[in-house]
């Protein structure tokens, strides 16, 4: 049945040459586990999304108990055991079963996959039409996000290079995969106590918790981006906030947006290996302890040694801790040695890159000593490591600290400038190969 259904719905799914996934979870008992993942492209009319749903119905029947989710809607539906009722020769499952997906694709059309990109476009979020009111003299720099975003938008470089647009908020349900649901609702409805908003060093408003998600919700969607692209790199001006734990946020990060993208990831897509390349100057201490018993996910992050955090650090896949004062040489000979062999022992299929800048010399919080162009280096080494290797890329923009905060404004501005750039280049270069 499984395979007549499969070969049905892809040769449908070829002629329409659609955009559409469904995951079709197994429902044990314990967490879904993947069975199947079928990918074509979004569902045109209504007879479409017709099959699809009698799809997902003669699955459910075949399964038993089974959780049948279409990706678009974010909404899981949770299928009741029932007697396989399939009629074998038009793979339409019985009527119940029928109306419950049904239901579950009519919530696909009121949250849509983000549209991929133009060809050779950067398409990336942002967070800051959320304004967050911080006390004066707080020490985080929260304009450097709409700077960025807008020296972005006001460069004629990038002119047609670069799409921009607002980071929708990030699901309940996605979100929680990662977090604890007692934790997000804690913060969304001011719950926390003192010390609680004490180590995530924000004091909470109502555009904190906003910004919050549509922050989380930016990396969520610029993945969504390249995974249906299948190449390429998209991003978000903001997130990176790699300090939170499932339970707990700390230093400025209160969701993993890294993580909870990954988990997406891993969830829409069923990818089983995913490479977090973690360049900011303080080590990711959340990522690591959420992915420190998930092989799926590999995190490499090259920090200050001598950086928060202390006392909170984790074990990543591959720590490089780096001594005060490193500069551009040796800090760019060590990851140009990482990068090929990380691809090689993992052959990820998509790489989170954590984009921060705090490396640069004279951060007020990082001990590193690259300069402006050795941070445009590291960018372009992962970027063209990315591209040549046909591996779909998401950037995040992580720390950035200097007083003022120009500098890091300019080298938050490079890692997007440099990404469009790149992504134009090889966009025009692979399409000269082709036409020859
Ligand atoms: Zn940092």
Redesign the pocket.
């Known amino acids: 049945m499984l395979n007549l259904w499969r070969k049905s719905f892809g040769q449908r799914a070829e002629m329409q040459a659609a955009r559409f996934h469904l995951s079709v979870i197994r429902g044990t008992g314990q967490s879904g586990t993947c069975r199947s993942r079928f990918r074509t492209t979004a569902l045109h009319t209504p007879s479409d999304t017709e099959v699809a749903i009698k799809v997902a119905a003669a699955a459910a029947c075949a399964l038993g108990r089974i959780s049948v989710r279409p990706a678009a809607t974010f909404g899981t539906l949770a299928l009741a055991p029932g007697p396989p009722a399939v009629d074998s020769s038009s793979g339409v499952g019985s009527t119940t079963v029928v109306a419950a997906a049904a239901a579950a694709a009519a919530a696909a059309t009121a949250a849509p996959l983000p549209l991929p990109g133009p060809p050779g476009v950067l398409v990336a979020y942002y967070a800051d039409h959320w304004r967050v009111p911080l006390p004066p003299g707080h020490r985080f720099p929260m304009e450097k996000y709409a700077a960025t975003h807008g020296s972005l938008e006001a460069d004629p470089s990038l002119e047609g290079l670069v799409q921009l647009r607002a980071g929708p908020p990030v699901s309940m349900e996605d979100v929680t995969l990662v977090h604890e649901k007692a934790y997000v609702e804690r913060f969304r409805c001011n719950r926390m106590t003192e010390p609680e908003m004490r180590n995530v060093g924000f004091p909470w408003s109502e555009q904190l918790v906003g910004r919050t998600f549509a922050s989380c919700g930016g990396t969520v969607a610029a993945m969504h981006v390249v995974m249906q692209q299948g190449e390429g790199i998209a991003g978000n001006i903001a997130g990176g906030t790699h300090h939170a734990f499932r339970d707990r946020g700390e230093g400025f990060c209160i969701f993993n947006d890294i993580a909870v993208a990954a988990n997406v990831a891993m969830r829409d897509y069923g990818l089983d290996s995913i490479l977090v390349v973690d360049l900011?100057?303080?080590q990711g201490n959340g990522t690591a302890d959420i992915f420190g018993k998930d092989p799926r996910v590999t995190t490499f992050d090259m920090f200050g040694d001598r950086n928060y955090p202390w006392k909170t650090r984790r074990t990543n896949t591959y720590d490089i801790p780096l001594p005060d004062d490193m500069g551009d040489e040796d800090y760019l000979g060590l990851l140009r040695s990482w990068l090929p062999r990380l691809l090689r022992d993992h052959r990820p299929q998509l790489i989170i890159f954590q984009a921060?800048v705090?490396a640069l010399k004279g951060d007020s919080?990082?001990r590193l000593g690259l300069s402006r162009s050795g941070l445009l280096a590291r960018n372009n080494l992962v970027y063209g490591t990315a591209l040549e290797a046909g591996i779909p890329l998401v950037i995040t923009m992580?720390?950035g600290y200097t007083r003022p905060m120009d500098a890091s404004v300019s080298c938050h501005t490079d890692v997007y400038r440099t990404a469009a750039y790149r992504l134009s280049a090889w966009a025009r270069a692979r399409q000269k190969l082709q036409q020859r």
């Open positions: 900011d100057v303080h921060g705090d919080f990082g992580g720390g």
